[in-house]
């Protein structure tokens, strides 16, 4: 019978020593939500900027090259929503290319109208950026706007011979 006890108290104390935090039965702690940290920036900056904080210009710079890859990838959707975030963060010389780039994203997914939202929206940023014209003219054409679309190539010419 002592015996029979002495090793029953021998089992209860392992359980104990085994069930206790930190030892080798524990399930594993989670890796951190990396996409949940780099949100979290991203709203604590939007944050920021409402409270007229200047802007980030690296975390803007991080999300325009991260949809760059995306699109460059053929994740146009993922690049569009990069884009996007890059937009938001509102650093000023980056918008017109944020901006050009999610309309030409656009219009890889055949949503042309959208993609001439975002080449507008570019322009009105930059009046100068030729690409953004060229492309609108490109998506014009593909909705059947010959019109508009060689109003844009033209415009696009004229300020960058390489749209000639």
């Given at each position: 019978m002592a015996m029979h006890v002495r090793s029953v108290m021998v089992l209860l104390a392992t359980l104990v020593v085994a069930t206790a935090p930190g030892c080798a039965s524990d399930p594993p702690t989670p890796?951190?939500?990396?996409?949940?940290?780099v949100e979290a920036?991203?709203?604590a900056k939007l944050a920021e900027q409402a409270n007229n904080v200047?802007?980030?210009p690296d975390l803007a710079k991080d999300y325009y090259n991260r949809a760059g890859g995306y699109f460059n990838a053929g994740e146009y959707q993922l690049a569009i929503e990069d884009f996007g975030k890059a937009i938001q963060l509102g650093v000023?010389?980056?918008q017109s290319y944020a901006y050009g780039n999610r309309g030409y994203a656009y219009y890889a997914l055949g949503q042309y109208q959208q993609a001439i939202q975002d080449f507008?929206?570019?322009i009105q940023?930059?009046?100068d950026y030729a690409e953004a014209y060229n492309n609108r003219g490109v998506s014009y054409k593909s909705l059947?706007?010959?019109v508009k679309a060689q109003d844009d190539f033209d415009k696009a010419c004229s300020l960058d011979s390489r749209f000639c």
């Open positions: 890796a951190p939500d990396i996409g949940a940290t920036m991203v709203e200047p802007p980030n000023p010389n980056l507008d929206k570019a940023v930059d009046p059947g706007q010959t």
